[in-house]
């Protein structure tokens, strides 16, 4: 690294390390393919695309060279760097491996320490990276129900009709310059709560643009990013500027992506996406305690419209209804003793799977079922006498359904051990207020294999 300071001046190294940082951005190649463009061979693409990532590996090492060469300013070639190596930092992008991410990630925590011992400053470098790099590329991908300073519109504009054509000069962030969508992830990965107060309407154009996108990766992608802008926004924000609203309507109508309309596996991948966005959305705009009446509604419009409708619609699915379970389990704890006005419509619907002629079919529903339960019982316990029908009517069939399987046996014993230990839990609450060792009985008298379940610790009856 001193022979390059000697052979070439301060000005020189700059320019070489700008020409590297812009030679090695994404391109095309890895873009979504538009509908309009010309087909090309897959094998000859992922040949290109392997090329295209040798090359990358050898651009971040001689940017990795020139680091120590020339100081680091928050200034345009600083703007150049960065954005170079935060194009490297996500390694589900296809141009991307996991040496390259932890390439790029070692010299973006090398240059961040530069600049502070340079005395730079980092917020004003990611400031410049909105404005000059992300903004030009989101500049046509406007928002009807937003204002150019980040504010909801009072009399938002007709949406304007686009067609598919249009759509590759409208979104070049989408079938050009993709790398641009992983550097905005990485700023709000490092932005605080001041300096996204500052950026404001630098940060939410993008940000609706990638949730309003037809394509399930940009819609995927914008829920994490969501999720990632919301850890820092200032208290209050959302409903200052009215972003709320805005986010809860665009993100709502996502739940409703269900099978078959949108394919299972796409399916999957936005309602995993979506629920944690939303549950996340609920906690900053309902953060005080005069706020407990609109969340306690949000959380409810959530359940209703979401995890109930989604079983109405798909959940005959059993992938799709486990990753609801999953979600519901979540939603309950949030809600916490007040899910109990839900109990009436939620416990049929675990009792239902639980005692499905086909349950023993795929363990995961029924875990996810049992954990729901769980869930129930440890935060609604006060109201578990009035519905222990319903409860034991899931629990018991179920148990039985597992000891009627001979060939499944080893695949289905945790889920007997969740149902003992659910009972274990359950049978203390209901002991206070009925005798419910003798309507054990009653069960075991039925079937005496539920016994060993319900009352293990009496001596077996000898037939």
């Known amino acids: 690294m001193g022979q390059i ?53 050898v651009c971040l090492q001689s940017l990795s060279n020139l680091l120590d060469t020339a100081p680091l300013r928050d200034d345009y070639s600083a703007v150049e760097f960065f954005q170079a190596l935060a194009s490297f930092t996500q390694s589900r992008d296809s141009w991307t491996t996991e040496a390259l991410k932890n390439q790029a990630e070692n010299l973006l925590e090398r240059s961040i320490l530069l600049l502070q011992y340079e005395k730079q400053d980092l917020e004003n470098l990611l400031a410049h990276l909105l404005r000059e790099k992300v903004k030009p590329l989101f500049a046509k991908s406007k928002n009807p129900n937003v204002t150019e300073a980040g504010r909801k519109a009072i009399s938002p504009l007709p949406v304007p009709v686009v067609h598919s054509i249009d759509d590759i000069a409208l979104k070049p962030w989408k079938y050009q310059n993709v790398y641009i969508v992983t550097v905005f992830e990485w700023i709000l990965d490092q932005l605080d709560n001041s300096s996204v107060e500052g950026n404001w309407p630098l940060i939410i154009p993008p940000l609706l643009a990638l949730l309003d996108d037809s394509s399930t990766v940009n819609k995927v992608r914008g829920c994490s990013s969501m999720i990632l802008f919301l850890h820092s926004v200032p208290s209050g924000m959302l409903e200052r500027t009215g972003l709320g609203e805005v986010f809860d309507s665009t993100l709502m109508p996502v ?50 419209y979401g995890i109930m409708k989604g079983f109405t619609i798909a959940g005959e699915n059993v992938k799709i209804a486990e990753l609801l379970l999953q979600q519901m389990n979540e939603l309950t704890k949030e809600m916490g003793i007040e899910s109990c006005k839900h109990l009436k419509h939620l416990l049929p619907l675990l009792s239902d799977i639980l005692s499905h002629p086909f349950a023993t079919a795929y363990p995961p529903l029924l875990m996810a079922a049992l954990q729901v339960l769980e869930a129930i019982i440890k935060t609604e316990w006060p109201r578990m006498t009035y519905h222990r029908g319903e409860i034991l009517r899931g629990l018991i069939s179920c148990w039985l359904k597992v000891e009627d399987e001979d060939e499944l046996r080893n695949k289905l014993e945790g889920i007997q051990t969740k149902i003992g230990r659910i009972l274990d839990l359950l049978t203390p609450m209901l002991k206070r207020d009925v005798e419910i060792e003798s309507e054990y009985r009653l069960l075991v008298d039925s079937d005496g294999r539920l016994q060993k379940v319900l009352l293990p610790c009496e001596p077996f009856a000898v037939l």
């Open 5 to 57: 300071q000697n052979i070439l001046t301060e000005g020189e190294i700059f320019r070489i390390r700008d020409q590297i940082s812009r030679s090695c951005l994404p391109g095309a190649a890895f873009a979504e393919k538009s509908p309009f463009s010309a087909g090309t061979d897959s094998s000859s693409r992922n040949y290109n695309c392997e090329k295209f990532r040798a090359f990358y590996g």
């Open 255 to 304: 739940l409703l992506y269900l099978p078959t309309l949108t394919p299972e596996e796409e399916s999957l991948q936005l309602l995993d996406a979506v629920y944690p966005a939303l549950f996340a959305l609920i906690r900053v705009r309902y953060k005080d305690v005069k706020d407990l009446a609109p969340r306690q509604k949000a959380l409810d419009h959530l359940f209703r």
